[in-house]
């Protein structure tokens, strides 16, 4: 078996036009296509994959995503080149995005962590000389 990479990362969201907005607005990426049978979902470009929303008015998740984030490390992290990434930090501040005590160095790079509004863990990071 030879797999090609990640053509997608499923989240689950209470309220999709919200999350939408979230996703596009903030993050900035672009809707590629929207479902509307079976549970009502879209695509987002993130790049080098995708990254679906699938709205899930009833599902009660912050303490399980607290739980697998806090006791364990489960997050996606968005890659971003090192001069956007102190407006990527300001934007999400400018948006009363909570992070923390961010942004932190990792490695050989800058992070900064945050949730979505359904509380799904997320990362920023920059490594250090990175172009692109």
Known sequence: ??????????LNVRHLDRAEGFYTDVLGFKVLQRFSKGLRHLMLDAGNS???????????????IEELSETGYMHFAFKIEKEMFQLA???LIDNDIDIGDGPVRRGEGDSVYFQDLDYNHLEIHCDDGEDS
Do not use: N, T, Y
């Open 1 to 10: 078996m030879r797999l090609l990479g990640i053509h997608h990362i499923a």
């Open 50 to 64: 995708q990254i679906a929303l699938f709205e899930v008015p009833d599902l009660e998740m912050q303490s399980h």
């Open 89 to 91: 930090v300001k934007k």
